[in-house]
């Protein structure tokens, strides 16, 4: 059973916006922080952004920044990308994953424990 569920995913215009959730599914886990990542064809997956819970602090790739919003609830492990101003090179499969031994690398897919199996997001030019 993957323990984290993508959702909100979709074909929207460029400039358009998209909601992104994921929630924890079945297995009970702590989490010290959830990030998204993306993956595009023939590409690595890439950080797009991050929040620590016992501080709230966020954390964005250049790319997303004023853009895009991370938010969750911890306790739930869920968190939410609130993506606005979407462009065609943003088309992707997006993943979340949690962070559960309180990694300082949250960057970089090595900081986290557990991912889900990801979400189209598919942008139209």
């Known amino acids: 059973q993957v323990p984290l569920v993508e959702s909100g995913g979709g074909l929207v215009q460029a400039g358009g916006s998209l909601r992104l959730s994921c929630a924890a599914s079945g297995r009970t886990f702590s989490s010290y922080g959830m990030g998204w990542f993306r993956q595009a064809p023939g590409k690595e997956r890439e950080f797009v952004a991050a929040?620590?819970?016992?501080?709230?602090?966020?954390y964005y790739a250049d790319s997303v920044k004023g853009r895009f919003t991370i938010s969750g609830d911890g306790p739930r492990n869920a968190v939410y990308l609130q993506m606005n101003l979407l462009h065609p090179v943003g088309t992707a499969v997006y993943y979340c994953a949690a962070d559960l031994q309180a990694s300082s690398i949250l960057e970089f897919p090595a900081g986290y424990d557990v991912w889900g199996k990801g979400t189209q997001v598919t942008v139209d030019s």
């Open positions: 929040i620590r819970w016992s501080v709230g602090s966020t």
